[in-house]
């Protein structure tokens, strides 16, 4: 090995080219992603990534002798007064801390990012011409984005596409069911197996509040996760109708658009680390000339361990 040759890159300048890769400006009002634990200064060699900052998650990533954790979902979710050993937060904080391994949360700057969690599902689930459900303008501090006012691919919350052929909306659900890994809950579906499916809406995490743009849209089916009962039968039942008024005059078009696919929240978020195992490396080598190693737990973080039919 070349004696000169770094070992390593810093905390602070690894941050740096996440935050280019998948900029804080795109994160929700709510949202506070970005570098949640961890000195600047420690050196970074190896990164470990998972959707959900669990104590066994930690536990992975510190075993595995990582400098980094970088998760999707936030370890803090609202404001803390404290995070000493009495709650797993702050145990959690405090390991981490023990082994000099930071914690960098791509949470909803992920979602909207030029490969992000979206285009990831969107990706897997053989979308074509995918565009964002809700476009943002694209941030200044994008690695995407130009010194010439050009840009590489577009960012915003969901994606919409088409399937290369249609096919039937159970053929897509199980298709859907393929692709992710597997959790004890699987997938739920509401519309009519052999509806036609060519157009699709993706948002993976919580989208039963997007129902209006997937509508606006004209997507034969949305693909989302958390739907709660009263939006997902109000959403439906409005589809049902508006499917009746057409087929008065349209005897052939009585189909319910959007048909709804409720996914597992962390499993099809999970599709993310597709591109981050690559993305991430190439970047950070890109910038400093120091390439990490990188590597994604497979442990399974949906909270549900079995289920009663």
Known sequence: ?????ATSVSLMRTVQVLEGLYPLDY???????GLIVGDPTWPVSHIYCAVDPRPDIVGEAIDQGADLLITHH???FRPVH???GLGFRGSVVNDLVRARCGLWVGHTNADSAVRGVAQAAADRFGLQGSSPLVPLPMSPHDLHAGSDGTQTGQVGMGRVGTLPVPMRLDDFARLVARVLPHTELGIQVAGHPGDMISKVAVLPGSGDSMFDQ????GA???VTSDLRHHPATDAYQQALYEAKIDASWQPDQEQARPALINTPHSAIESLWFDYARTG???AVEAATGFRPTISVSRTRTDPWDFVIR
Do not use: T
């Open 74 to 76: 936030p370890l803090f």
């Open 220 to 222: 034969d089916v949305y």
């Open 1 to 5: 090995m070349d004696a000169g040759r």
């Open 27 to 33: 994160a929700e009002e709510w949202d506070h992603p």
């Open 280 to 282: 991430i490396p190439g």
């Open 214 to 217: 997937v509508r606006a849209c």
């Open 82 to 84: 404290e995070v000493s």
